[in-house]
C-alpha cells in the first residue's frame, strides 16, 4: 500500500494512494484514526487494505499534501552511513558507531512545499536518502527481529545548512522547512528487501547523486538496534539511513541551493519527492 497525508476541508486526513487518486480513509473509517501515526499505534494498517479496491475521492493533483508522517514523536537521521558520501570530503575514518542526530518535527515539508533557504545562510545543502517508518514500539531490538517493527519507507532529503552545522550537528539540521519527506509511505510488504532499492537525487533535472541502498555502511537492522538502545522506538516515528555521494558542499565549486531551484529525490518503488526552493523572506 501506499498511503498519503494531507488536508481537506474538514482538516488532515490520509488515505490509500489508487492509480490518480486517493481512497480517503480518515471519513471511511468513521474517524477512528486521526492520522496515519494514530493507525500505526493502533497495529491497524489491516484496516486499510480492505478499501484499496475503491475508488479515490480526491485526484493527487488537487491534494494539499502534508508530510508522509506529519507528526513523528521522533525523527532520528544517521550522518556518514554511506562510505561514498565519507570519502567525498578527504580522507575520513568510517564511523566506529552509527552517527544519530535528531531533527524537529517543523523542519519537514510535504510533496510539493516549498524548502526554504534562511535568511542567515546560503550555504543551503540537499541530501536525499530512504527514511523508515516504524510500526511496532521497541526498546533494546535485536537485529534479528528489527525488520518487524517496520511499517513503511518513504524518500527524504535532509536538507542542511553548512556554515551552522560547523556550530553543531542540530544547529544545521533544524531549519525551519528545511526536511522534505513524502510523497506517501510505501508499506513494508511492499518492499520485503530495502538494500536492492536505487536512490536518485535530481536539482533542476540533473542527477547529483545516485546510489544503491545496499552500500550502506550500518543496515537498517543494526540502525534499528543501535538507535532502541538509546530510546524507546514509537510507531511513526522516522529513522533517516544517510546520504551518499555528490552533496553541494563537495562539489567544486559549491552547488547551494537557491531560490528557484527544484530538488527531486526518487527512490525505486516509493517514488519522487519533489519540492521548490524559496528564500525565507518570500515564503507563505
Not at 118 to 135: H, K, M, N, W
Not at 207 to 223: K, M, N
Request: hydrophobic fraction near 40%; include cysteine.
Amino acid at each position: 500500500m501506499r498511503i498519503a497525508s494531507y488536508m481537506t476541508a474538514e482538516g488532515p486526513s490520509f488515505g490509500l494512494v489508487v492509480r490518480d487518486g486517493v481512497v480517503d480513509l480518515r471519513r471511511r473509517l468513521g474517524g477512528r484514526y486521526a492520522s496515519l501515526r494514530a493507525v500505526l499505534e493502533a497495529d491497524a494498517l489491516a484496516e486499510l487494505r480492505a478499501h484499496a479496491g475503491a475508488a479515490p475521492d480526491f485526484a493527487l493533483a488537487d491534494l494539499a499534501w502534508l508530510p508522509a508522517l506529519p507528526d513523528p514523536q521522533k525523527i532520528l537521521c544517521v550522518g556518514l552511513n554511506y562510505r561514498s558520501h565519507v570519502g567525498e570530503g578527504g580522507p575520513r575514518e568510517v564511523p566506529e558507531f552509527p552517527r544519530l542526530f535528531s531533527r524537529f518535527a517543523d523542519t519537514l515539508v510535504a510533496q510539493g512545499q516549498a524548502m526554504v533557504r534562511p535568511r542567515v545562510s546560503t550555504q543551503f545543502d540537499y541530501e536525499g536518502e530512504l527514511a523508515v517508518v516504524i510500526g511496532k514500539p521497541g526498546r533494546h531490538i535485536s537485529r534479528e527481529r528489527a525488520m518487524e517493527h517496520i511499517a513503511g519507507y518513504t524518500c527524504f532529503n535532509d536538507g542542511s545548512l553548512r556554515d551552522y552545522q560547523k556550530h553543531m550537528i542540530t544547529a544545521g539540521k533544524n531549519f525551519w522547512r528545511s526536511g522534505p519527506l513524502g510523497p506517501w509511505v510505501v508499506t513494508a510488504d511492499e518492499i520485503p528487501d530495502p538494500t536492492v532499492l536505487t536512490l536518485e537525487t535530481r536539482l533542476n533535472g540533473q542527477r547529483v547523486q545516485h546510489a544503491g541502498t545496499g552500500e550502506l555502511i550500518y543496515s537498517i537492522p543494526t540502525l534499528i538496534e543501535y538507535a532502541s538502545r538509546i530510546t524507546p522506538l514509537s510507531p511513526g516515528d522516522i529513522l533517516a539511513t544517510g546520504t551518499p555521494e555528490g552533496v553541494a558542499l563537495h562539489r567544486k565549486p559549491p552547488l547551494w541551493l537557491k531560490a528557484g531551484d527544484v530538488v527531486e529525490v526518487e527512490i525505486s518503488g516509493i517514488g519522487v519527492l519533489r519540492n521548490p526552493v524559496v528564500d525565507e523572506d518570500a515564503a507563505p
